[in-house]
């Protein structure tokens, strides 16, 4: 049977980061990572892969090159969490035991919720961003786009980075414009099951000028339940507040999926689960409210903050610093207020950088209103963060939660 110090489950954007400053502040610690994946991928970067900016090569690692130097890789998957005896058993039957845990498996893509679609996707303009299979597909589908309804959909919260699904409609809207023979028998559409554009209000109100500005039909409450690739229609449930629930069939040209995602069965079906699935841990300290032992960080943790990479950068550090005081015998005072960075490209050459907490207020890294479309932005969103991630972040870097050291209030 297998121990160490500290065992992290996941070895993607949370996992690598966490074992990075897990061994920068202390070289000694025997720290494993039960991760079976091979490749790693800079999944904010295939909106931009949809877009036709990147190409998925670009957003692409080797595990193994990511692994920190001293952290033993274990190249198998979780298969049961065993909290009351500091131990989890692995998909090929070991049992790992650990002084502390960090639960860091990210979430589930549940494509088989909407019918037909796993078997429309890939072809006949039925594509999505978030998975790499599909992604370069998108592009293919805004490339060859002719004519009818480019429709984007955006499932029932949570999912990561809620503000991916509207991204690739901006692209995509404005990749159309380019050929206004095209534009003019075209329409987008945004079909999505929250009942507003974005949950933060101070980034709500510039989006939905974006969207008059643009002409794109936003469809609130509108969730999808059914693809039919034959007759290219996408069927939503709408429920709107006051209405009777009703059925939409939208015909399509091309059809952007974002999937409704869970917690992983594995997290899910253990002890460490709260009631919604996600690993129950406490949302300033990030260590789980029943196994003192537990930590999770990204976006298989419970805390109600927006689930992105950026948001890592900002757990990572405090995660770090109340493990190892649990380690010692005490109890830290690292304190997560919920920072996430959801970069929302508005169209090529324009991005909102929106930073904000868990009370919904801005936290912008820049002495710059936030709240404004910026080309400056978009060079932070194409260039500077996949740098700050693959040199930084999953490096243990210094920069913490802010892009810019030095700039933190
Ligand atoms: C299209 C798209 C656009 C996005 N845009 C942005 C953006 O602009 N900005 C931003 O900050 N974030 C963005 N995100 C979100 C961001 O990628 C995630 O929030 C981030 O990757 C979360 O990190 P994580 O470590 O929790 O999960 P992941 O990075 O997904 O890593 C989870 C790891 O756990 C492993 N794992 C799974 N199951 C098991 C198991 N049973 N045992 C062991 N290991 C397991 C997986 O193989 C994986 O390596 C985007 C995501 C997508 C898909």
Redesign the pocket.
């Known amino acids: 049977m297998g121990h160490h110090q500290v065992l992290i489950?996941?070895?993607?954007?949370?996992?690598i980061t966490v074992a990075a400053r897990l061994k920068r502040a202390r070289p000694g610690l025997d720290v494993a990572i039960?991760?079976?994946?091979t490749e790693?991928y800079?999944?904010?970067g295939?909106?931009l892969v949809?877009g036709g900016v990147f190409s998925l090569e670009q957003t692409r690692r080797l595990?193994a090159d990511l692994i920190p130097a001293g952290v033993t890789w274990i190249r198998?998957?979780?298969?049961g969490f065993d909290p009351d005896h500091n131990s989890v058993s692995t998909?090929a039957g070991q049992t790992l035991r650990y002084d502390a845990l960090v639960v860091?498996?990210?979430?589930t893509l549940n494509w088989a919720a909407i019918k037909g679609l796993p078997e429309a996707l890939g072809k006949g303009g039925v594509c999505s961003?978030?998975a790499k299979e599909f992604?370069p597909y998108t592009w293919e589908c805004i490339q060859h786009f002719k004519g009818g309804n480019a429709v984007f959909t955006c499932p029932p919260m949570p999912i990561?980075?809620p503000?991916?699904p509207q991204k690739i409609a901006y692209l995509a809207d404005d990749a159309i414009k380019r050929d206004p023979a095209v534009a003019a028998k075209s329409k987008v559409i945004y079909a999505t099951a929250t009942p507003g554009i974005f949950g933060i209000p101070v980034y709500a109100a510039p989006l939905r000028e974006v969207v008059a500005r643009k002409g794109i039909d936003a469809r609130y409450s509108h969730t999808l339940t059914e693809v039919r690739p034959a007759s290219k229609e996408a069927v939503f449930q709408v429920a709107k507040e006051g209405e009777e629930p009703r059925e939409e069939v939208i015909s399509y040209e091309l059809l952007h999926v974002t999937p409704p995602m869970t917690a992983?069965p594995?997290v899910a079906q253990s002890p460490l689960a709260a009631a919604s699935g996600f690993v129950e841990v406490d949302k300033h300290t990030l260590q789980h409210v029943r196994y003192a032992n537990v930590f999770s960080?990204?976006?298989?943790s419970g805390m109600p903050n927006s689930?992105?990479?950026?948001?890592?950068r900002g757990q990572a550090p405090v995660l770090v610093t109340n493990l190892l005081a649990q380690l010692d015998g005490g109890q830290g005072d690292g304190s997560y207020n919920g920072y996430?960075?959801?970069?929302l490209i508005t169209g090529y050459g324009k991005t909102i950088m929106a930073e904000f907490n868990y009370d919904a207020q801005p936290e912008p890294s820049f002495p710059l209103d936030p709240t404004q479309e910026r080309w400056s932005m978009w060079l932070m969103?194409t260039v500077v963060?996949p740098w700050l991630y693959w040199n930084r972040m999953l490096k243990g870097g210094d920069h913490e939660k802010r892009f810019i050291p030095g700039l933190d209030r």
């Open positions: 489950v996941g070895g993607g954007a949370a996992g039960l991760e079976p994946a790693h800079y999944q904010p295939w909106t949809g595990e198998e998957a979780v298969a998909s860091a498996t990210g979430m961003n978030y992604a990561k980075c503000g991916a992983p594995v960080s990204g976006d298989v689930k992105t990479a950026a948001a890592v996430s960075c959801c970069p969103k963060l």
